[in-house]
């Protein structure tokens, strides 16, 4: 097979990592599947561009609406599911392996939307008990609320299950309104990276709410 040029999901558009990047091969073969790596990236942009453009995106949407979209991300992994498979191979799983990973990581982002849906308002706040009486008289009062974090979710995920590994955490993510950067695991990023383009390909995801790094971190966490 050709191998595959790997790019990054950066500030809202696709962008190749500079430099020559790294070989990936096929578990199973040995053939290089993929190159590419995250050379060049502005780590420090992406974290503001997720905090400053994303989380006010997410932060807009109500509970209900994020879950929408998670559904809807769902959707399109399960209508273009075959297309993943051939690459499930080289990661050395079977087509077993690949339905847990594959199916079950879309049948996550169905489960979360649904509870969403169920148990969350259709609101932006998340209300937690009852009204606190704080003075004697009354004239104080207090009510505790949920709200989300205004800050970025960095998801570094492991070499198996890359695709059910990555839509969990963007599952609760999302729902929750915060930001993420998904960095998987580089022998299989591959599959991974396939799959995200089908959640961006979408045009449900908000801008700046998801990004995504095909190689190193960087100073990211720096």
């Known amino acids: 097979m050709t191998a595959i040029s790997l790019k ?55 509970f209900h609406e994020r879950a929408a979209i998670v559904k809807a991300l769902g959707t399109a992994v399960m209508e273009k599911k075959e297309e993943l498979y051939p690459l499930n191979f080289h990661t050395g799983a079977t087509r077993k392996d690949g339905w847990i990973d594959i199916e079950g990581g879309a049948g996550t982002l169905f489960s979360m939307a649904s509870k969403a849906k169920r148990e969350l308002p259709d609101g932006h706040l998340l209300v937690d008990g009852g009204v606190e009486r704080i003075s004697r008289e009354g004239t104080f009062l207090a009510q505790h609320v949920y709200t989300p974090l205004k800050g970025v979710a960095v998801h570094i995920n492991a070499f198996n299950f890359p695709v059910w590994g990555m839509l969990e955490k963007l599952s609760v993510s999302l729902i929750a309104g915060v930001p993420s950067i998904v960095k998987p695991a580089t022998s299989t990023c591959y599959l991974a ?30």
Request: hydrophobic share 40%; aromatic share 8%; proline share 1%.
């Open 8 to 62: 990054n999901y950066a500030l809202g558009k696709w962008t190749n990592g500079a430099g020559a990047g790294g070989d990936i091969a096929s578990a199973v073969t040995g053939e290089i599947v993929a190159r590419g790596g995250s050379g060049g990236l502005d780590f420090g942009a992406m974290a503001r561009y997720a905090r400053d453009v994303g989380g006010k995106n997410l932060r807009k949407l109500t």
């Open 193 to 222: 990276e396939a799959a995200f383009r089908m959640l961006i390909e979408t045009g449900k995801v908000p801008d700046g709410a998801l990004q995504f790094i095909a190689g190193s971190t960087g100073d990211l966490f720096d």
